[in-house]
């Protein structure tokens, strides 16, 4: 019940301190096998999420940010690795996790009308995960109450509604209220405000960063937008391919990217009233998930690749200030070389 | 057209490839009649790009089906104004007319080219259908105009990839043959409805690139349908804001998204999350939604959620208040000159 009620404040009362990690996924595999090959969607991966932060996953179509958040929760078996949650080691598939850890991690998906069912009521369908928790009916009453109160409706207007004659805004946040009342340690958002209207997605955000700044909720936030990334995220952890690239705060990676994917995807975000500068990648289409690329598997749409990045898979090295980057050719140097040469690069980049 | 080579010291007066006149629209269903279009005037001219930006409910869809002529049809009772295609009324045609029209005079790209495109059907003969419709192609005359289409749309290998079904195809390189399909007949106007909506930045940014390059190269003219204020930037010559079926602001894109005049257009753009400049936690949000369309709109159908909103805004439909030659806004606080913002 600690998310919702918005008790105890993070120490800075902002944003992220450097807590230790709450969720800790250590290389992740999960591959899918299909009749042209096996794909390794998600392909060894590290991440930690620090208790009361939000840490978004951002790549594009077939990165893998999807499949991460379903093995984490279990819907999808990971074939190797460790995740666990508050210390808590968690089996791969959710019908071997006992159920106060499956209550623990609670997801709100893309597309919040066909989400919820659309023959309930608002109050049945956020009363649904307390009836199972053997919530006591009045008290159960209550808590509604407060939790749709908590995403910011309201209350007494939509009690009664049924999904369809309620918003895409309002339904997410139905969405947000519902996984909210399982009392979960880590809420998983993938895509949750992409299928809404700018202006109402506003709203959802801002929920969202309430939850986490004010309830001390940790978030997994997967998007492919990266304003809304920013907006929303303490960290970031960018894929291609199944791979890490890049990790790090996200004010600091957005604002210089170390890794060239990442300088390519922000090159491409448009934003109005700027025009877009060059394109930060080459002209090559998406590597195809059944045949990665030897080496870096971003090496062929890379404006830097060389010979190694062909030989040689790179390996996430720290770059100093909580940042890590899989490049042979960062465009921020490691830790140890001189910010010179990292100014240097960053012009002729 | 033929144009002189001296300066024209005369304007030539063009006949606009769309001019849509008081266009109102409204659908009627379980005795209910929906107000999805009202009073929407605008013109493109040839050679031009005019986005027309909006969210879900603003009728912009619709306008662009309307335009193209085809999808179902509003209730002819229901309908007035006109739609006119180089001086001929979709609105009057007959079916026959419209279709015989579709693929060569306008054409329509489409958001999801995975559910747009037939998936049992070669990619070849869907490229050329606009063509094959209308007269009769031998085989070989068929699939060498599809290579030269695929080729035209940047489709990599493209004497392999016409005999190749739209499921083998990336989302971009679908986009591509859609784009290939459409431009097919040699369209004077072409329609895009949210084009890139479904395909990640990286590869929106060149599909994009892709049509504003057609149209420079043969001089058609595009709508450009979208709820992304963020991609027309040095993409559209001029953007107009729908909402609830009205246009609120029309002007050069420039203006609408650095300087906008109407309360709406102002607010969209500050609750767009921005990955440029300072970093904001808290969003601007737009609370309420759209008023009710099953009756007509009295006053501004942006009043309910306008923070500036005064007593006539409820009641009187505002004015078209004219901020610069080509920029124009309806609204009351716009028209007011007490508001600072009229000119």
């Known amino acids: 019940m600690r998310t919702t009620s918005l008790p105890e404040k993070t120490p800075s009362g902002m944003g992220p301190v450097d807590g230790e990690a709450f969720v800790t996924i250590r290389g992740m595999e999960v591959q899918f096998r ?8 998600v392909d060894g991966i590290d991440l930690d999420i620090r208790k009361g932060s939000v840490l978004a996953l951002v790549g594009e179509s077939g990165s893998g940010k999807s499949t991460i958040a379903k093995a984490l929760v279990g819907l999808v078996a990971r074939s190797g690795g460790t995740v666990s949650v508050g210390g808590v080691e968690q089996a791969p598939e959710r019908r071997n996790r006992p159920r106060q850890s ?19 009521k608002v109050a049945t369908i956020v009363a649904e995960p307390l009836r199972v928790a053997k ?77 986490s700044v004010e309830g001390g909720l940790s978030m997994l936030f997967i998007s492919h937008d ?75 749409r890379c404006l830097y690749a060389t010979a190694v990045c062909a030989e040689l898979r790179p390996a996430l090295t720290e770059l100093g200030g909580g940042r890590r980057v899989a490049c042979h050719h960062p465009l921020i140097p490691a830790a140890h070389d001189t910010a010179h040469e990292a100014h240097a690069k960053e012009n002729s980049a | 057209m033929s144009l002189a080579l001296t300066a024209p010291a005369i304007p030539v007066h063009a006949v606009p490839a769309v001019s849509v006149q008081e266009l109102s629209l409204g659908f009627e269903s379980n005795g209910k009649m929906t107000h999805v279009l009202e009073g929407v005037s605008f013109e493109l001219a040839q050679g031009e790009c005019l986005a027309i930006v909006g969210e879900s409910g603003s009728g912009k869809s619709v306008l662009g089906r309307t335009i193209l002529g085809v999808g179902s049809q509003p209730n ?18 007959s ?20 559910t747009s495109l037939n998936p049992t059907v070669r990619i070849w ?55 290939a399909a459409a431009i097919a007949g040699n369209p004077d106007v072409l329609i895009a409805d949210e084009p890139t909506t479904a395909l990640d930045v990286t590869v929106q940014r060149k599909v994009l690139d892709l049509l504003d390059r057609i149209r420079r190269d ?48 102002q607010r969209l753009l500050a609750a767009i999350p921005n990955v440029s400049g300072t970093l904001r936690r808290e969003l601007p949000a737009l609370d309420g939604g759209l008023p009710p369309l099953d009756r007509p709109r009295t006053g501004c159908p942006f009043a309910s959620r306008c923070e500036i909103a005064m007593p006539q805004c409820h009641t009187e439909r505002p004015p078209a208040v004219q901020l610069a030659p080509d920029h124009i806004a309806h609204c009351w606080a716009a028209a007011d000159p007490a508001e600072g913002t009229a000119p």
């Open chain 1, 34 to 41: 299909g009749p042209k090959g096996t794909v390794h969607a």
């Open chain 1, 226 to 300: 990266l304003g809304v990334v920013r907006t929303v995220s303490d960290d970031i952890a960018v894929l291609h391919l199944g791979q890490l690239c890049e990790v790090g705060p996200s004010e600091a990676v957005l604002a210089a990217p170390a890794h060239p994917y990442t300088a390519a995807l922000r090159a491409a975000v448009p934003e109005p009233g700027i025009p877009l500068g060059e394109a930060k990648h080459t002209d090559a289409e998406p590597p195809s998930p059944l045949s990665p690329p030897s080496g870096c598997s971003f090496r062929e």
């Open chain 2, 76 to 93: 002819s009772e229901h309908s007035q104004g006109a739609v006119l295609l180089s001086g001929d009324d979709q609105l009057t045609a």
């Open chain 2, 125 to 179: 003969k869907q490229v050329i259908e606009s063509i094959s419709n209308r007269r009769r192609l031998s085989r070989r005359e068929g699939r060498a105009k599809a290579v030269e289409m695929l080729r035209a749309v940047g489709v990599p290998d493209p004497e392999r990839r016409i005999d190749a079904y739209p499921h083998e195809f990336s989302g971009g390189m679908m986009q591509r043959v859609g784009i």
């Open chain 2, 218 to 265: 043969s001089g058609m003219s595009m709508i450009l349908i979208t709820h992304d204020l963020g991609l027309l930037t040095g993409r559209a010559d001029r953007t107009m804001v729908l909402y609830a079926g009205r246009v609120l602001e029309i002007g050069p894109t420039e203006r609408i998204t650095t300087a906008p005049a109407h309360p709406y257009t």
């Open chain 2, 95 to 114: 079916a026959q007319e419209r279709r015989s029209r579709a693929g060569t005079r306008v054409a329509m790209i489409y958001q999801d080219p995975m």
């Open chain 1, 102 to 120: 499956r209550a623990a991690l609670q997801m709100v998906f893309q597309n919040p009308v066909s989400s919820l069912n659309p023959y309930q």
């Open chain 1, 135 to 211: 919530v006591p009916a009045d008290s159960r009453v209550k808590r509604v109450r407060e939790l749709l109160g908590a995403v910011g409706l309201d209350v007494d207007s939509i009690l009664d509604k049924r999904p369809g004659e309620i918003s895409g805004g309002q339904a997410q946040r139905v969405s947000i209220a519902r996984a909210l009342a399982a009392a979960p340690e880590l809420l998983i958002a993938d895509e949750s405000v992409s299928a809404l209207d700018v202006s109402v997605q506003a709203t959802v955000l801002n929920v969202l960063r309430r939850l």
